[in-house]
């Protein structure tokens, strides 16, 4: 099986590299169009602002490439985020596979921005992605900007508000949270996309 | 709901864990991948790592072992010691780290935390700030306390610098209140108070664990999101299992020790 991950820049992508490798996943990091379109699954990791990492696909010209793959494509953090139309942190225009838009999680007494730390998924959605992941598993998030619980939404968090802890439609998914660095939870979302893909 | 962290400090010096009492007097705890991994495995939230000696030798931190350890676990961890510019950081966050701390290069230039938070994303910057008490009964930050005979007493005090931090872009803050440290007498209750008031972001309680009693009283009283130790747990005196058994019988929110670890 090919892997690729997408070169995007965020500081995370080593660690999703790894995370890939103790699963047994030599995956190639890419910039590369070609490299991108005929890879098995394609992941695209993000830490960073969405404008900046916006750009940063423009200039490896990797917008139309990430907008037309057809193999399973999962966006971590950040990556996620990019899957949306729109990103309220700068106002970014992002890939559009995914309708809504980012925002800010709301200040709230006793909550604290950016959101991080361990959580609590709520699975909303019996896929493949989330087989064995179990009502109540945490995983480690850290963001300031989430996406809104809609109809893709598979997985719920709540931090000061309700979000989308986990989205999918179609061959398009996504993980606000760290899969490479939420432990088993995180492993168990890792290799249900290796092994399964999105069904 | 979000859980309180437990995070084991494991100050490196040298390529090796050691362990000193009020930042003194240091003695080798053990391999820096071997307790990782332990303490991975005993459900630790989250590691921190300080190269103890960077700042004062004036240099970055070997990123060499940052990288194994990226290699080898799947939690995050924060890598601090003499991270003084975005390059240094780079190469940090690259190899592997989730989030770099710096502490005495951001008293030296403030500005540093501005240029590192627009370069990653608030999210990866910590600032590390090591504070003492002063005779006229004001807390005054401290630097260059990885090597004693050069520890500095700067006239900011800490509350100021903690504010002005968090303005500059500063995603967590660590407080090590040095009184505290090492002594196992519990955390300075009254200065992550005051702390907290003013705080933010999410803030970690550092320097004097000792009992479970302790943890609990930090994360009840003084509302922080996250506690720091290293001797407690170097030493095995407070198993992480169950420390977070007994807080969660204190009604404060944990994430669960995981039983069978391989997916």
Redesign the interface.
């Given at each position: 099986m090919k892997v690729a991950v997408v070169d995007s820049g965020g500081?995370?992508?080593?660690?999703v590299c790894?995370?890939l490798?103790?699963l047994g996943v030599a995956a190639e990091l890419t910039g590369d169009a070609a490299v991108i379109r005929t890879a098995d699954r394609v992941l695209l990791p993000g830490?960073?602002?969405a404008a900046p990492a916006m750009a940063r696909l423009r200039e490896l010209n990797l917008v139309q490439t990430l907008r037309e793959v057809s193999a399973p494509l999962l966006g971590i953090c950040l990556g996620m985020q990019l899957l949306f139309d729109s990103s309220d942190e700068g106002d970014t225009p992002c890939l559009g596979l995914l309708p809504g838009q980012v925002g800010l999680l709301p200040?709230a007494p006793?909550v604290?921005?950016?959101?991080?730390?361990?959580?609590?998924l709520e699975p909303l959605r019996a896929v493949s992605l989330l087989d064995?992941v179990d009502h109540g598993a945490?995983a480690?998030f850290?963001?300031?900007y989430a996406a809104p619980v809609t109809d893709d939404c598979i997985a719920a968090c709540?931090?000061s508000q309700r979000f989308a802890a986990m989205v999918q439609r179609g061959h398009v998914a996504g993980a606000q949270f760290?899969p490479?660095?939420?432990?088993?939870t995180?492993?168990?979302v890792l290799?249900n996309f290796l092994e399964k893909g999105l069904a | 709901m979000l859980s309180r962290r437990l995070i084991p400090c494991l100050d490196v010096r040298d390529g090796m864990v050691v362990k000193g009492v009020r930042f003194r007097d240091h003695v080798v705890v053990g391999a820096i991948e071997e307790l990782a991994l332990r303490y991975r495995d005993e459900g630790a939230d989250e590691l921190v790592f300080y190269d103890i000696t960077a700042s004062p030798e004036q240099r970055t931190v070997d990123r060499r072992w940052v990288e194994r350890v990226a290699r080898l676990i799947d939690i995050p961890f924060c890598v601090a010691g003499g991270i003084r510019s975005v390059a240094d950081a780079r190469a940090v966050l690259h190899a592997g780290a989730d989030k770099i701390s710096v502490n005495t290069p951001a008293l030296e230039r403030p500005a540093l935390i501005d240029e590192l938070a627009a370069a990653f994303g608030v999210q990866c910057v910590v600032v590390g700030i090591d504070s003492l008490r002063d005779g006229d009964g004001e807390w005054r930050v401290r630097q260059y306390t990885g090597d004693p005979s050069r520890t500095r007493a700067l006239p900011v005090r800490t509350l100021d610098w903690l504010v002005e931090a968090q303005r500059r872009g500063a995603g967590e803050i660590v407080l090590n209140c040095m009184g505290t440290d090492g002594v196992r007498g519990g955390y300075d209750l009254a200065q992550l108070q005051a702390a907290r008031a003013l705080c933010r972001v999410p803030l970690v309680a550092s320097g004097g664990a000792g009992t479970m009693d302790h943890f609990a009283d930090v994360f009840a009283q003084a509302d922080v999101d996250a506690a720091l130790a290293a001797s407690v747990f170097h030493s095995g005196e407070i198993a992480i299992p169950a420390l977070k058994h007994y807080l969660a019988g204190r009604g404060i929110t944990v994430r669960p020790v995981e039983i069978a670890d391989a997916p």
């Open positions: 500081a995370n992508i080593a660690s790894f995370a490798q103790r830490v960073g602002a200040d006793g604290r921005i950016p959101h991080m730390g361990w959580n609590t064995g945490q480690y850290v963001h300031s709540t931090h760290h490479e660095r939420s432990a088993s995180g492993a168990r290799r | -």
